[in-house]
């Protein structure tokens, strides 16, 4: 009965994301986010379509900070959980999650692996100014994140249409081009899956206390809300390959935590 309530988050995750990705290219909805001429550039669809603008409350709030949440749902769940259901095991999946989780995202000897497939696919270090215009610097400024403008790094800027008044800068490059997987498909599915997995003790006990019962509820709540952050990123964001890409990853980081 268990392992039923995980297959249907896969299986839910796989229809959303699935439906929403075709409906993407149907509709011509979604935003190539690994083209450096439209990354600077506010959604075609963000004056009538309010989630496909960045700002929306789900993005800016929730799925910017989705490891956060995430692991804040699984503490509250074990801290309030009975003795025999407050293991270890459960704090080790989820400090190999996190681990996942910053290797993907954040830091891997350097530069995140997402970071890293992007440049090794042909990605490129762009800067973009506010005019639009749109130039390639080495890659270490990427890696190192550093903000570029014409009285720090002169000689990055030749020719009259790379001039823009100092008041404008500095702009800070970005990978752009490659295969830029989706991180946001990437931890949500990861989240998902890790969230059902557990409060699967929690589904099936015959009574909660009144903490742990908020604690499942809190769960529940933001298990829905990564629900619909996947759709509206399948919707409007990346390519078709790059969310199938993030939702492999997804899973795959899920699943590497059966090990334990």
């Not at 979604?30 to 506010?42: M, R, V």
Request: glycine content about 6%; overall charge positive.
């Amino acid at each position: 009965m268990s392992v039923d309530v995980r297959y249907a988050a896969f299986g839910g995750l796989t229809a959303i994301l699935l439906f929403g990705t075709l409906y993407s290219v149907a509709y011509d909805t979604y935003l190539d986010t690994s083209d450096p001429a439209l990354t600077h550039l506010p959604h075609h669809l963000h004056a009538t379509h309010y989630f496909a603008n960045k700002a929306n409350i789900i993005n800016s709030y929730f799925i910017k900070r989705a490891w956060g949440w995430t692991s804040a749902a699984f503490l509250t769940l074990w801290l309030t959980s009975p003795p025999r259901k407050r293991t270890a095991h459960r704090v080790v999946k989820w400090g190999v999650e996190t681990a996942i989780w910053l290797v993907f995202t954040s830091w891997f000897f350097g530069p995140a692996l997402l970071e890293r497939l992007t440049a090794a696919s042909g990605g490129e270090c762009t800067a973009t100014l506010p005019s639009g215009a749109v130039f390639t610097v080495p890659y270490e400024f990427c890696l190192t994140r550093t903000a570029i403008s014409q009285e720090t790094h002169p000689f990055l800027f030749v020719g009259p249409s790379l001039w823009v008044p100092d008041d404008r800068f500095p702009v800070v490059p970005r990978l752009r081009k490659g295969h830029d997987v989706s991180g946001h498909v990437f931890l949500l599915t990861m989240s998902v899956l890790f969230l059902v997995d557990q409060i699967r003790p929690s589904l099936y006990a015959r009574k909660w206390s009144l903490p742990h019962a908020c604690a499942v509820v809190f769960n529940i709540v933001l298990i829905a809300i990564w629900f619909f952050a996947i759709s509206t990123t399948s919707v409007y964001f990346h390519t078709p390959f790059e969310k199938f890409t993030g939702y492999l990853l997804g899973a795959a980081g899920y699943i590497v935590t059966l090990l334990y």
